[in-house]
């Protein structure tokens, strides 16, 4: 399966932004899906996962609360809704697919990983 990311930009902080990653080559109902971000010099960081129905869901410390992660199966896409964004949520946001684990925070677990999306919070 192929991953993209998109709906990324410059927004002040408090504001919002909705993050979409579309599958291709395979339906996404296969697949359970997370979110990563990597800041510049930093390590790439767990932000929100997600399994195959949808029920079961796990965010990060950094944004429980704020972000809310979803996915549509029938449109092939996962979303992630970000609120109350502050400076330090800027990253590149990546999204990520696997067959057997939703839950693993290490992104180098997850059998699929697409390109990234930039997001940038202003003060």
């Known amino acids: 399966v192929q991953l993209q990311a998109s709906g990324g930009g410059l927004v002040q902080a408090g504001g919002s932004l909705k993050l979409a990653c579309a599958a291709s080559?395979?339906?996404?109902?296969?697949?359970?899906a997370g979110w990563f971000r990597q800041a510049p010099g930093r390590e790439r960081k767990f932000v929100a996962s997600i399994n195959r129905s949808g029920v079961r869901k796990e965010y990060g410390e950094d944004v429980q609360g704020r972000f809310i992660i979803s996915r549509n199966n029938a449109e092939n896409t996962v979303y992630l809704q970000m609120n109350s964004l502050k400076p330090e949520d800027t990253a590149v946001y990546y999204c990520?697919?696997?067959?057997?684990?939703?839950?693993?925070?290490?992104?180098?677990?997850?059998?699929?990983r697409g390109q990234g999306t930039q997001v940038t919070v202003s003060s």
């Open positions: 080559g395979r339906t996404l109902n296969h697949y359970h």
């Open positions: 990520a697919a696997d067959v057997t684990s939703w839950y693993s925070r290490n992104s180098g677990d997850w059998d699929y």
